[in-house]
């Protein structure tokens, strides 16, 4: 079973900021929290992880509450172009092999 | 970042059939994983390849009905044997990048598109 639970959909406006909530409360220490979208038809594309402390990149920003059982990714400025099935997923360590496994993720449509 | 090709991009086969799906990665790479996406739903995976060892399976697939080969590190392929109906779906390559700036990150490839008549 996926340790990820994530709101099936969202909608948001173009032009305002996306943001999409994670739950994973059983996350253990050394797991890192991934997030990846795929557009349909495509495969998933990696967009951002964390351990604890919040990141940022040109794509967006993840944060993680302090005890760790829950994050947020946030698309600053959404476009059309980010319409798309986001998943949140966790993986072992920074170690090779460690395996990432997929919930449900959110569908987000973007919206003009 | 680790640019992946996958060969067929789709395919419609007759159940009973097999078809060898084929993944090419632009550089050399540790790890190679399998992914299954049926229709209407999320990512699961079939099993992880290293160069030169067994592949790993996850629970519910079996090397009979999946078996991998990985001759080197740029190279895998997934074998889908004795189709059904049932394994019609997107079939998914990921590699893990361990290099620079994308160091832990896995990338995928743009999936495979099966349909068992």
């Known amino acids: 079973d996926a340790k990820t639970t994530q709101p099936t959909s969202m909608d948001c406006a173009e032009g305002r900021a996306a943001n999409l909530p994670c739950n994973h409360s059983t996350i253990s220490g050394n797991e890192y929290v991934y997030w990846y979208r795929q557009i349909h038809s495509q495969g998933p594309q990696y967009i951002i992880h964390?351990?604890?402390n919040n990141e940022t990149n040109e794509m967006a920003s993840l944060i993680i509450t302090e005890d760790r059982k829950s994050s947020t990714l946030i698309l600053p400025h959404a476009t059309l172009r980010d319409t798309a099935v986001y998943y949140c997923?966790?993986?072992?360590?920074?170690?090779?092999?460690?395996?990432?496994?997929f919930g449900e993720g959110t569908q987000l449509t973007v919206n003009p | 970042s680790a640019v992946i090709s996958q060969k067929p991009s789709r395919d419609i086969c007759q159940r009973g059939t097999s078809l060898t799906i084929q993944c090419q990665v632009d550089?050399?790479?540790?790890?190679m994983f399998w992914y299954r996406q049926q229709p209407g739903q999320s990512l699961t995976l079939i099993a992880t390849a290293n160069q030169g060892s067994e592949a790993t399976y996850e629970s519910g697939f079996v090397i009979d009905k999946f078996p991998i080969s990985r001759p080197n590190l740029t190279f895998s392929t997934l074998t889908v044997s004795n189709m059904s109906p049932e394994d019609s779906s997107i079939y998914l390559c990921?590699?893990?990048?361990?290099?620079?700036?994308?160091?832990?990150?896995?990338?995928f490839g743009p999936g495979t598109r099966l349909t068992v008549l």
């Open positions: 550089s050399q790479v540790t790890m």
């Open positions: 964390g351990l604890k």
């Open positions: 990921s590699v893990e990048d361990l290099s620079g700036r994308h160091y832990n990150e896995q990338f």
């Open positions: 997923t966790l993986k072992i360590g920074e170690t090779s092999g460690s395996r990432l496994t």
